[in-house]
């Protein structure tokens, strides 16, 4: 259960929009924009024209990227996780920022697994930063993104309100996020921060065969029984997280046939370099068109490759 009020589950621009007709949105420094939306964590204004009005068309390019702030879940060992997610307000144009100064995470390494690619639209917990047991609920982690003018920080803290159930299952239902794994034999992650594995090693132009093992509790709320996806299985989807070029799966969705056997595709890269690839396991309470509606329940999956 996502234990704070569930806000970001209305399209971003609604919630801005909304904000600023309540002028509770506030402008400081000519480029940041602070207020009660980013204070629960959604998403920061940058310029009057950002902005649309409730329920106007979106457009197809053009248009800006905001990262937002999810919430935190504790992790096994005792630290915890602050995740992030992102909202594309282009329908079609996918955005590349690389990491540097505009695009980096504060404090400590600029490179803490943000995305460098931006898919269209709205996109909940792809990636997560892990904080230790004593980082406390006054410190925050501040994603930065700057694209077209205009900057958005995003801080995120362990503050109470924003508790998510990543990995304890939504509501108490016990239901839990899918598990991934790399090797047959590797380790396994669940929740936003998942599992992060490789480096694999590519030759541009050249498939690489990529292979994910997934499985899943089989539970569902009640909620989602009622629309008939109580059994559905594990879905998976892969995504370019970071790189200098494009890349291209045969099939960004390959099916799990069973949790002993290897979901696999490939992947063909346009330049050298180091990428990180994501694949996004849903459960049949987090599938693509609703995942993020209490924070549970998906996995990502991080894979290394270098490019040659």
């Known amino acids: 259960m996502f234990r704070a009020f569930r806000r970001n589950c209305l399209p971003a621009d609604v919630i801005l929009s909304r904000e600023a007709a309540k002028g509770s949105l506030s402008r400081r420094g000519g480029a940041r924009f602070y207020g009660s939306a980013v204070a629960l964590g959604i998403l920061a204004f940058a310029s009057a024209t950002a902005a649309q009005l409730p329920l106007a068309p979106v457009k197809a390019s053009g248009q800006t990227v905001t990262p937002a702030f999810e919430g935190w879940y504790k992790n096994p060992d005792g630290t915890y996780s602050i995740s992030f997610g992102y909202y594309n307000r282009n329908s079609e144009e996918a955005l590349e920022i690389p990491v540097g100064p505009d695009n980096f995470v504060s404090p400590g390494n600029q490179n803490q697994g943000q995305p460098t690619h931006f898919e269209p639209k709205r996109h909940w917990g792809v990636f997560a930063v892990k904080v230790p047991a004593d980082f406390g609920d006054k410190n925050k982690v501040i994603w930065t993104v700057k694209i077209r003018g205009e900057t958005y920080a995003i801080p995120g803290s362990l503050h109470p309100n924003w508790e998510i159930d990543a990995l304890q299952g939504e509501a108490g239902s016990g239901n839990t996020p899918p598990v991934l794994k790399f090797a047959a034999n590797g380790p396994e992650g669940a929740g936003p921060g998942g599992v992060t594995s490789g480096p694999l090693t590519a030759t541009v ?47 960004a969705t390959p099916k799990v046939q069973s949790p002993d056997i290897a979901a696999s595709t490939t992947a063909t890269f346009s330049a050298p370099g180091e990428y990180i690839l994501r694949v996004r396991a849903n459960d049949a309470s987090g599938l693509a068109a609703t995942a993020g509606h209490a924070q549970c329940c998906w996995t990502n999956g991080f894979l290394k490759v270098v490019v040659r």
């Open 205 to 251: 132009g050249q498939p690489l065969t990529i292979n994910v093992w997934a499985k899943d509790d089989g539970k569902s709320v009640n909620s989602i029984a009622r629309d008939g996806r109580a059994n559905a299985p594990v879905t998976l989807t892969w995504f370019k997280h970071q790189g200098p070029g494009t890349v291209a799966f045969a099939n």
